[in-house]
């Protein structure tokens, strides 16, 4: 971008980036619902014990009472409406791995919005008239 960008075409790009920067701020908001989530799931499953009882949620508030059997494989979903039937330990690094992998991404999609605020700052500040 040259030092004497248009004013209007400056606004236009600056608009671009805030709303990208808002696309951005919402990913990194589902990211980190999506590790809390596998957090609760991932403690879940190592405070399991054999022959446990539990209420399993079926949906609408409502839950049923079970016995949980700890040789019982785990349903672990694995991607494009797929699952894996797996056993504790493999379900366990199944998460681990989910969690990482999420983390980073994280990271990734917290950089990308610092990068964009600090571009759109840059170009609030061209735009601001001096005096």
């Known amino acids: ?42 403690s879940t499953l190592e405070s399991l014990t054999a022959d446990q009882d539990a209420l399993v949620p079926i949906g609408g508030g409502l839950h049923v009472r079970a016995r949980l059997h700890g040789d019982a494989p785990i349903v672990v979903p694995i991607g494009a409406g797929y699952a894996s039937d797996q056993d504790l330990d493999a379900a366990k690094a ?6 990482e992998a999420t983390t980073r991404f994280l990271q990734e999609t917290e950089a990308e919005a610092d990068r964009l605020a600090q571009q759109g700052q840059a170009l609030m500040a061209r735009l601001r008239p001096s005096s």
């Open 94 to 99: 199944t998460l681990q791995e989910r969690l």
């Open 1 to 42: 971008m040259s030092g004497t960008a248009d004013p209007e075409r400056m606004g236009l790009e600056l608009e671009a980036i805030q709303q990208r920067l808002r696309r951005v701020e919402s990913q990194s908001m589902s990211l980190e619902a999506d590790l809390q989530e596998t957090r609760r799931a991932l």
